[in-house]
């Protein structure tokens, strides 16, 4: 058998498991299919436990790994299969690999939380942290965000994150952009900084692609002079409050700046190579099918490309071994795939030392589909160049103290 560091592995930092891909509501821009979204799965926490056991038994995990439920709305799942989970995976490793410590994070719509919830979040404050999927205020959120009659979802919303403030349950929250937020950035920063107290960490997340025909959903290349203005805006509100001493963190913003000071220095990562290392992030669904290279990824994406139907899945866990899966011939042509990616952005794109990367899937659907002769797509204008003009414009900007 093949050695695997012949493969270049990473460990694996982040766990992403499906414990259920059902959702209670019903997300326009939601990436996961309607059908797993109506299904009632669960996963057994026998095959969560199988899979960490074999990262141990192949020395797969680094000093710490995140254990992430996430890919369908967790909480539709009772607490207690959330506790004995926890329990589960923490016995395995204090028992295999002591070294590792382990943490467990939520990411959830927030509608479903109540005292038992907050009781659960209590118990467990010390090794799980809780993120929260809101876009801001009614006009925002309840335009997107609806329940299965198109009901918008902010008051459930909002009944939830008043009942983890009242309990002093910190979260962080992620908050989709769509080209409704473009128009009063400041109004919807304002609404999350009002409620300050309560937040970790925020990041925004543009919408992943742009869905045709889709309104305020839409977006293109030409749209890159709005976005960077959105960006710039952005920045001058959070610079603004940091000089009224009233520091609040966005993730997006201090990532860009940090990627420009790498620019050029001899330890500089390389972002784009990194998001897509093999296995730093490894995703196990509720049928056992484990990918990696991108956080969530559904097997049904790009599922004809490696000829078996499976996208990028590695195999599934329940028929074959990590060992089996990780020395396969498909994992090595999937590799080829990213590398050959990379190569084709360091050689075209002037922001390949500052992008984030992500964007390889895209290519490559661009590539078959539009016959794209460019690595450059929609969303690398959108998500990775706009916002790195703005990042610049900030760093140049004469009136900032
Ligand atoms: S912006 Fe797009 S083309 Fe440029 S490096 Fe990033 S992924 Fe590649």
Known sequence: MAPLSKFN??????????????????????????ESRRTKSQMPIDLALRLVSELIGEGLLGPELVVVWHSGEPLTLPPDYYAEAIEAITTLCQKHAPEVSVTFDFQTNATLIDDAWCDFFEKYASVVNLGVSCDGPEELHGAFRVDRKGRSTFDSTMQGMDALDRRGIKYNV???????TLANPEAFLDFFFNRRRSLTDFHINVLASPIADGGDLQYGSTD??????????MFAWWE????????????NLSQALERLEMYGRPNAPCYVRETSAPLRSLNLDTAGNLTTFYAGLDI???????????GLSLGNIRCSSLADMLRSSKLAMMMDDFNSSHRWCAEKCEYFSVCPGGFELIQWRDKDNVGRDTPET???VIHAKALTDAALDFIDSSDRS
């Open 9 to 34: 592995l990473k460990p694996v930092e982040q766990l992403v498991l499906q414990g259920t891909s059902f959702c209670n509501i019903d997300c326009t821009y939601c990436d996961l299919s309607p």
């Open 174 to 180: 992620i908050a989709v952009v769509t080209r409704r």
């Open 224 to 233: 890159r002079s709005t976005f960077c203005q959105f960006y710039r805006r």
């Open 240 to 251: 603004a409050k940091r000089t009224a001493g009233e520091d609040f963190p966005i993730r």
């Open 300 to 310: 049904a994406t790009e599922a004809d490309r490696y000829g078996d139907g499976a």
């Open 378 to 380: 929609v969303e690398c």
